[in-house]
């Protein structure tokens, strides 16, 4: 038994989604019940019934059934909604689950149905929730997941595999499951038939969003991985990473003709790199993905100074403003020294909104004292001078109560 707790993938987006629907399914548990036998549950050899492909996945058997499944929500959850945001993580996780449902109540149609007992039903949201790894695989398959594996009751180690190792593991585990009923007569309809077809639909629809470009792996999708060539977030383009389980293996002579493509890709020249970098960052800004824009930034901004390379001065701005706006007022101010470092001339409103971060966020009074006498005498509005003035004196206040300032790198 598998139960993923942690994932290395980028997470540029928090998981409030992931939350929302961890927070309904446990407030509906009471009443899984009694919706079941109100028609609100899957069910099987009864027709067609379009509501309950939705509802069915909000209905569990039981507290360990719920939270197992939340366990597992969870887990996938952060890494699909990371990349695609609350509202475009429940359209498709609704989406997921109602195709699945769909799906299994058409398969169904001709089954017999024993008219004491009453149709079959269905509930639980794991189907759905393996159609979430199933996006996993296709968005992320090199980011490691971290795994706690039991046998019985008894504690047996921790694994941390790439995603799409785990994925593989978990599809062929449900699949054997699935001969072994079909041999021995119980037939393939469980839980096990219900798990791969989630997932088939999740693997699909994250081919389909990937393809129509809705969704932004930063070049470490499965087409690129199968190409052996991952572009990473900065642009710049490498070979495959070693993923942590082979890292300790012993490396094999590269031979000329693996240098030589190696090298070919590894030469692409800064600006392309940096280009390429900036575009994310526009788009995650059209997209008012401030969070997403600035993780960007924060990536990319190390190797611009190497290359000796910075944001046209409209992206950085605009960049700086849509931080304020998300209340990143910390995470801003490396965006807000670089602008007073490279336009000194038109930085004055930047230096005092700076300054006033320094104090506010960081204490540290006397480097916002240096920024306010960088600025321009009479550059300032005149509402703008008297809330220079008041920072001043804060800034002079802090230093003189012995406020402790520790050095940073701006």
Known sequence: MFFPYSTDAPIYHWPVMIVILIVVNTILLPFSGPLSE?????????????????????????????????????????????????????????????????????????????????PHLVLGASAAIFGLLGLCMVWAPVNCISVVYFFGFFLRGLWEAPIWIFAIVQVLLESLEMLISGVTGAGVLGSAMLHVTGFSWGFLLGVVLFKMDLVDCEGWDL???????????????????????????????????????????????????????????????????????????????????????????????????AAHAAKLEVESMPMMFEYARRFPDRADRVRLKLAQFLMDKQD???????????????????????ARLKLVAKAQAMIDDGVLELEADD
């Open 38 to 118: 109100s028609g609100f549950a899957l069910e099987l050899g009864n027709g067609l019934h379009p509501l309950q492909w939705v509802t069915t996945n909000f209905l569990h058997g039981g507290l360990l059934h719920l939270a197992g499944n939340m366990l597992f929500l969870w887990a996938y959850g952060i890494i699909v909604e990371g990349k695609l945001g609350w509202w475009r993580t429940l359209l498709v996780y609704l989406a997921i689950g109602t195709l699945y449902g769909a799906t299994v109540q058409v398969l169904c149609l001709g089954m017999e149905v024993d008219p004491e007992e009453g």
């Open 223 to 321: 087409f690129v991985v199968l190409s052996k060539k991952y572009i990473r977030g900065d642009g710049t383009v490498e070979r495959a990473k070693t993923p942590r389980y082979l890292k300790d293996r012993p490396k094999k002579k590269a031979s000329k003709a693996s240098t030589k493509s190696e090298t070919t890709l590894a030469a692409v020249a800064p600006e392309d790199r940096a280009s390429s970098a900036m575009e994310r960052i526009r788009k995650r800004l059209d997209a008012d993905e401030a969070r997403a824009a600035v993780d960007l930034y924060q990536k990319s901004s190390p190797s611009w100074k190497q290359w000796g390379w910075g944001m046209p001065e409209a992206d950085l701005m605009r960049l700086i403003k």
């Open 364 to 386: 540290r009074p006397a480097r916002a004292m240096r920024l306010l006498e960088e600025i321009s005498p009479n550059g300032l509005p005149a509402d703008l001078e008297r």
